[in-house]
């Protein structure tokens, strides 16, 4: 019997390590591989390396990938009319989108006849007119206002009010975002999946006693990602070292990182490493993993990944925002520097309460945000409509 056909739409090619966006694409996209025939149209919004090598995969497992180009004004229109047409010439049961501002691509197919259109499930991920309204009022704080963030935040605002309504299913990371979206619309087709990662089976390592390792995981190019770096540097780093024991080494690994980021190596104890193809080399070494991220939306993937590596987390409460985590049982919150600093000396004291961390992060992950369990979420879900 042949599979009912799937029309997945994403800014990235997904893949099951990298970037967030491209390992959340990829959580959907296997998923619905396992059911459906998933066509997939990869329209190159984002940045990625070589996004060719990662079709080649892809297409190794069945899905039929194709990249299509949006260098130009003129590419985006033809991206929209190509869209149309293969959706008008194929029997796809759904067509996917990973991400709002991807909607505009298939703007075409809202005014096709019900019954010649697909159902329509969007992932949004992130509730994006919320997340660029903190990170405008984030630019108030720090006095750097940026008329550039109010607008993109009311131009998403806008955009939600458009599309939202018109898809039959949402799906966003977070139970918060899930609510506050239904409860904006006054609809019951907000989902409400959270992200997930590979759990490595569990291996002893003995970590250098000598020195005490701190690591941050994230892409530097993100501006939140960029500001938690920066401020743990600046801020929070002096404060650890004048009351450690023994020296501090910092590993901040992440793809693009600025001038600002680089120049933070500028100190021997801080290591800048940029994109790492493979994190367990570090996480191997790292005695605990730093989220002190103060702007921003959705679920971060490194809070998880450090779960799945067995490392203890010390964040911030809105680094760690979405996830099912408590406080002293799965990680340690801290929301000023010098609370900060204070929770990273715990764990630099406290072997045993770092290990308790550990072990009941890497159990909750284990049972909640495995690709697993997510993606059957999924394919549950999916076939619901």
């Known amino acids: 019997m042949n599979q009912p056909s799937i029309l997945f739409i994403s800014p990235i090619v997904p893949l099951p390590q990298g970037i967030g966006l491209a390992m959340r694409a990829w959580t959907f996209l296997a ?18 390396v070589n996004p060719e090598e990662g079709l080649c995969e892809l297409r190794k497992l069945g899905v039929d990938a194709e990249l299509v180009a949006n260098n130009s004004l003129e590419d985006a229109k033809a991206a929209v009319a190509y869209t149309r047409d293969l959706v008008k010439s194929n029997s796809f049961r759904a067509i996917h989108v990973f991400r709002l501002y991807m909607l505009p691509f298939i ?13 329509i499930a969007l992932d949004m991920d992130d509730y994006e007119s919320k997340t660029h309204a903190r990170l405008a009022e984030h630019a108030r704080f720090l006095h750097q206002p940026d008329p550039a963030l109010i607008q993109k935040a009311k131009q998403f605002e806008k955009m939600e009010d458009k599309y939202l309504g018109r898809c ?31 759990v490595p089976p569990l291996i002893s390592v003995n970590k250098s006693i000598e020195e005490f390792t701190l690591l941050f995981v994230g892409t530097l190019g993100y501006a939140p990602n960029e500001d938690a770096v920066v401020f743990f540097c600046h801020d929070i780093l002096a404060q650890i070292r004048a009351a450690a024991d023994r020296p501090v080494h910092v590993i901040i690994a992440g793809a693009n990182p600025g001038p600002r980021v680089r120049a933070l190596a500028h100190d021997q104890t801080i290591e800048v490493v940029g994109f790492a193809p493979d994190l367990s080399v570090y996480y191997q ?40 985590a408590i406080p002293e049982q799965h990680l340690l919150i801290a929301d000023t520097a010098e609370d900060f600093a204070n929770q990273c ?41």
Do not use: W
């Not at 096709?112 to 159902?119: M, N």
């Open 31 to 48: 998923a619905l591989a396992e059911t459906y025939h998933v066509r997939l149209l990869v329209i190159p919004v984002v940045p990625q």
């Open 107 to 119: 703007r075409e197919i809202f005014n096709l006849p019900q019954a010649q259109r697909p159902a």
């Open 168 to 198: 039959q299913r949402v799906y966003v990371c977070t139970t918060t975002d899930r609510t506050d979206l239904a409860r904006r619309f006054q609809l019951d087709h907000f989902r409400a999946v959270p992200n997930a990662v590979s």
């Open 285 to 324: 070494q790292a005695h605990a993993a730093i989220v002190p991220i103060r702007v921003g939306g959705g679920m971060r993937i490194k809070v998880l990944e450090a779960f799945s590596y067995h490392c203890p987390v010390v964040s911030t409460s809105i680094g760690a925002e979405g996830i099912e």
């Open 345 to 385: 000396l715990r764990l630099m004291r406290d072997p045993a309460l770092a290990s308790m961390l550990a072990q009941q992060a890497y159990d909750l992950v284990a049972a909640h945000y495995s690709l697993d369990h997510v993606q059957t979420l999924i394919r549950h879900d999916y076939a619901q409509f």
